[in-house]
C-alpha cells in the first residue's frame, strides 16, 4: 500500500517557539494532504486541506496564522505551529490522497507528538 | 449533521476469540466507508474499505459488513492475537465531499493473553 511519513516522530519545545512538522509520501504523488490533530481519546479532528501549489483551507476555528501550511511540491506539505503554546501539546496527524482508478482513499502518517512546555 | 457511532465504546476479550464491533451512520448519500486500526501513538492504517454497493470486505482475519438500507457496518475479528489491541474506528466519507472524513469515536479493543 501506499506510504506517508511524518519527521519528526516526536517534539519537545519550549512556549513561544516555532515547530515544523513535514509529511510525505513516499510511492505516491498527492496533490492534497490533510492535516489532523487528536486529543487523547478522542476522534482525528480535521485542521486543513493542504493542496500543492496552492492555499491551503482550514477548518473553522483553526487560526491560519498560528498553523502555517506549505504544499510547495507532490510529494510534501509542512505545518508549522508558530509561537507555539501549551495548549498546543497535541498527537499531529498528515494523510494524503491517494487515487487508483475510480476508487480514492487517504493514507495516514504515523503521527508526531508535539509537548509544549 | 452527520455522524458516526460506534460501539462498544472498549472492549476486552481473551487471546483466540472472536470478536465483532459496530458503526452506525446518519452520513447520506456516503461515498465509502472505512475501517481503520489506529496503535497507541501511531496513525490510523487502513484495514477494508467499501462502497455503498459493497456488501462485505475481508482482509485476513478481518472482515467488515456493510448494510446500506439500515447504515449499520461491522468490523469482526476472527482468532484474536494480542497485537490486535488497538483503537479501531470507522469512517464514512460524504459523496459530496468525499475528502471531508467524518470519524467514529473508536472502539478501543483490548486482547488479553
Known amino acids: 500500500g501506499a506510504v506517508v511519513s511524518q519527521h519528526p516522530s516526536w517534539v519537545i519545545c519550549k512556549s513561544g517557539t516555532s515547530v515544523k512538522i513535514e509529511c510525505r509520501s513516499l510511492?505516491?504523488?498527492?496533490?492534497?494532504m490533510f492535516w489532523y490533530r487528536q486529543f487523547p481519546k478522542q476522534s482525528l479532528m480535521l485542521m486543513a486541506t493542504?493542496?500543492?501549489?496552492?492555499?491551503?483551507?482550514?477548518e473553522q476555528g483553526v487560526e491560519k496564522d498560528k498553523f502555517l501550511i506549505n504544499h510547495a511540491s507532490l510529494t510534501l506539505s509542512t505545518l508549522t505551529v508558530t509561537s507555539a503554546h501549551p495548549e498546543d501539546s497535541s498527537f499531529y496527524i498528515c494523510s494524503a490522497r491517494y487515487r487508483t482508478g475510480p476508487q480514492e482513499t487517504q493514507y495516514f502518517g504515523p503521527g508526531t507528538r508535539l509537548l509544549v512546555l | 449533521k452527520n455522524q458516526v457511532e460506534q460501539s462498544p465504546q472498549s472492549l476486552i476479550i481473551l487471546e483466540g476469540k472472536n470478536c465483532t464491533l459496530q458503526?452506525?451512520?446518519?452520513?447520506?448519500?456516503?461515498?465509502?466507508l472505512r475501517w481503520y486500526k489506529q496503535d497507541t501513538g501511531r496513525g490510523p492504517v487502513s484495514l477494508t474499505i467499501?462502497?455503498?454497493?459493497?456488501n462485505t470486505k475481508s482482509n485476513g482475519r478481518y472482515t467488515a459488513t456493510l448494510d446500506a438500507d439500515t447504515k449499520q457496518s461491522s468490523l469482526h475479528i476472527t482468532a484474536s492475537q494480542l497485537s490486535d489491541s488497538a483503537s479501531y474506528i470507522c469512517?464514512?466519507?460524504?459523496?459530496?465531499?468525499?475528502?471531508?472524513?467524518?470519524f467514529g469515536t473508536g472502539t478501543r479493543l483490548q486482547v488479553f493473553p
Open positions: 510511492d505516491f504523488q498527492a496533490t492534497t
Open positions: 458503526c452506525n451512520y446518519t452520513v447520506s448519500p456516503f461515498s465509502n
Open positions: 469512517v464514512v466519507s460524504d459523496l459530496y465531499n468525499t475528502d471531508k472524513l467524518i
Open positions: 493542504s493542496n500543492e501549489g496552492s492555499k491551503a483551507t482550514y
Open positions: 467499501m462502497t455503498f454497493s459493497e
